[in-house]
């Protein structure tokens, strides 16, 4: 289960965004749905899409959920 933030950081010049939980950089998200999978691998099997853009787990780094380019 994830206990501390998760971290997405800016989009890069593919559009990418780092996503970072409890420490470990994961890999990258091109898309919420990807950060969605990320946080159900990482033991939030329930979660869903409205629960990415609206909780306060996530810290969007460089805009929120809808901002996906550089």
Known sequence: ???RPVIVYPPDEE???RVRIDGVILGRAF???DV????RRAGLPDWDQV?????KLI????????????
């Open 1 to 3: 289960m994830v206990q």
């Open 15 to 17: 559009g990418g965004r």
């Open 31 to 33: 898309h919420e749905r």
């Open 36 to 39: 969605l999978v990320f946080l």
């Open 51 to 55: 629960d990415v853009a609206t909780t």
């Open 59 to 70: 810290e969007w780094r460089g805009g929120g959920p809808e901002v996906w380019t550089h």
